[in-house]
């Protein structure tokens, strides 16, 4: 679209950019960490995650990193998994400045169109 959805106000990539905007030290983070936490936001907002009853943990907290959102998976560093009910929440560990690898949201019954 030419960039044109991040300028239309109710677009999932224009209400991710602005959720991003407020993000303490916006201006001191880096490329990847920018990259990683629009995308992030826009597919939250794409898929209605802001409008569900079902709190994921860590999502869009803009004093978390992004690699502590619950179903973000990170190269670096490692990641430690513990398990409870009924979410089987995966619990991560000092994962900030990491990349992602791949993000898990099937435990909660999140489906992509």
Same mark, same amino acid.
């Given at each position: ?20 905007? *407020? ?14 936490? @629009?995308?992030?936001?826009?597919? @939250? ?48 560990? *000092? ?19």
């Amino acid at each position: 679209d030419g960039g044109e959805a991040i300028d239309t106000p109710g677009t999932p990539q224009f209400d991710a950019y602005n959720w991003l905007l *407020s993000n303490p030290g916006v201006d001191e983070m880096s490329k990847t960490e920018l990259e990683q936490r @629009y995308s992030l936001a826009t597919m @939250y907002y794409s898929m209605g995650l802001d409008e569900s009853p079902v709190e994921l943990e860590g999502w869009m907290d803009t004093e978390a990193p992004e690699c502590d959102w619950f179903g973000v998976v990170c190269a670096t560093p490692a990641v430690s998994t513990s398990t409870s009910p009924p979410l089987r929440r995966r619990q991560q560990v *000092s994962n900030a400045g990491g990349v992602i690898l791949k993000v898990q949201l099937f435990e909660i019954g999140v489906k992509g169109v």
